[in-house]
């Protein structure tokens, strides 16, 4: 762990080591505003240093706190949604269940802090360092008190999605049940974090070291591995699916009931004979031939444009990245798959169902997505379904959408421009900064 002893305080045995001033939320306005002064260079201004203060509770929402010290400070249940944390300094700070959306913590200093329960969902935490810390102060005589003891690093069942963690440092932390869910992890340094239990799905751990780290039941369906430091990583019983790994890098970690892509050369067949068998069964509607089942198999490297595969099973299947142009995928099984990127210009999906699939910049063009009717049946439409889905930055543009079901999906950044939306069901969605252009909306389901 690192130590950082403090310098003491005038009179060291005034104030017990467990203690913190507390502070009115108006005090706490007075010295954010002297602050704004002191970075805007005016006279009067003073630099915020907070340091051991009792702030839990109170609100610093969309205020200015660029270079500012909260050593040690109780932040316990505190609002800093849209607060900007460039550089602070943060060390040993208790964030129990604190707010943070959309914070800009960038090149902070979060060592020792306690983040337990804390939401810092779509927050900004570019070259943090979050590393295990542990605060002291010094006595006459020599002799260091450990001030809040609390503070140990621990943060568990912190919410961080959709957040960047580009460059942060989270070596050795305790990050246990940690919800990432589509956040960038590019470059960020694990090793040794316990991330047991973790959320990773639709993350980007591009270059990240995870030497080490513990990763036991940690869901990292359609997370991104290219280039990551895996040595001695634990990822027993992990969800693996559809994620995008090297398998060779795989095989040396301790990875036992862990759920991994299945490579082409796996499958009990050639790819052009399934491709060739499901065609058959597609034209003489199920009676010769057999249906493709490629479930769970990295395909990204494939081309598939102009492909038929209606009604194919592709579910947890690799596609990230892939040309999809032209294709018929009309009823198809693509649930939990990754099509992170992915060109689907032209396609006809009516009736597939995309639940829970990873779809982060994926470009859905000039298709049509919408109900596929069951003739001579007295069951309801097939709706296209992308419920659950992780959109984060997808575009659909002059597609037919319509009464597509994307409740629960995320959609922060997408795009829908001239789509047909009548009917769609947008409930319960995560649609931050989701932008409509010239879409038919008339019946359109939303939570509000």
């Known amino acids: 762990m690192t130590v950082d002893a403090t310098a003491a305080p005038a009179d060291p045995d005034a104030e017990a080591p467990g203690t913190r001033r507390r502070l009115t939320q108006r005090e706490l306005d007075r010295a954010i505003e002297s602050h704004g002064r002191y970075i805007a260079g005016l006279e009067g201004g003073r630099r915020l240093d907070l340091t051991r203060t009792d702030l839990s509770g109170l609100d610093f929402t969309g205020r200015d706190l660029a270079d500012a010290t909260l050593r040690g400070a109780r932040l316990a ?94 070596a050795g932390r305790q990050m246990a049940a940690t919800d990432f869910t589509g956040a960038s992890l590019r470059g960020t340094r694990l090793a040794g974090a316990h991330l047991s239990r973790a959320v990773l799905r639709g993350v980007c751990l591009q270059d990240a070291d995870l030497e080490g780290a513990d990763l036991t039941g940690a869901i990292l369906h359609g997370a991104v591995l290219s280039g990551a430091r895996l040595s001695a990583t634990i990822l027993d019983g992990a969800d693996l699916t559809a994620a995008v790994v090297d398998p060779l890098v795989l095989a ?22 399934i491709l060739a068998a499901h065609a058959e069964w597609l034209s003489t509607l199920g009676r010769d031939g057999r249906q493709a089942d490629l479930s769970g198999v990295d395909l990204s490297a494939v081309a598939w444009d102009g492909l038929t595969l209606g009604a194919a099973d592709l579910g947890g ?132």
């Open 252 to 273: 040396a970690c301790a990875a036992a009931g862990a759920r991994v892509p299945r490579r082409i050369m796996e499958l009990d067949r050639p790819l052009a004979t």
């Open 77 to 170: 249940g505190a609002r800093l949604d849209d607060t900007r944390l460039v550089r602070a300094d943060l060390f040993g700070a208790d964030l129990t269940r604190a707010s943070l959306g959309r914070a800009d913590l960038t090149g902070s200093d979060l060592r020792g802090t306690v983040l337990c329960g804390a939401r810092l969902d779509d927050a900004i935490l570019k070259s943090c360092d979050a590393r295990p810390g542990m605060l002291f102060a010094r006595r006459r005589g020599g002799a260091l008190d450990r001030l809040n003891p609390e503070a140990d690093g621990t943060a568990t069942e912190v919410s961080l999605r959709g957040s960047d963690l580009t460059d942060a440092r989270f």
């Open 317 to 448: 299947s690799v596609l990230r990245g892939a040309r999809l142009d032209d294709c018929d995928l009309a009823m198809a099984r693509l649930t939990g798959a990754n099509l992170a990127e992915a060109s689907v210009r032209g396609g006809r999906l009516r009736g597939a169902n995309l639940g829970a699939a990873i779809l982060t910049g994926a470009v859905f063009a000039d298709g049509d997505l919408g109900t596929m009717p069951i003739v001579g049946s007295r069951s309801p439409d097939w709706t296209t379904v992308f419920r659950d889905a992780l959109a984060d930055h997808a575009r659909f543009e002059r597609c037919r959408l319509v009464g597509a079901d994307f409740r629960g999906a995320v959609l922060r950044g997408a795009v829908f421009e001239d789509c047909d939306l009548t009917r769609a069901d947008f409930t319960a969605t995560e649609t931050g900064e989701v932008r409509f252009a010239r879409c038919a909306l008339d019946g359109a389901r939303f939570e509000d």
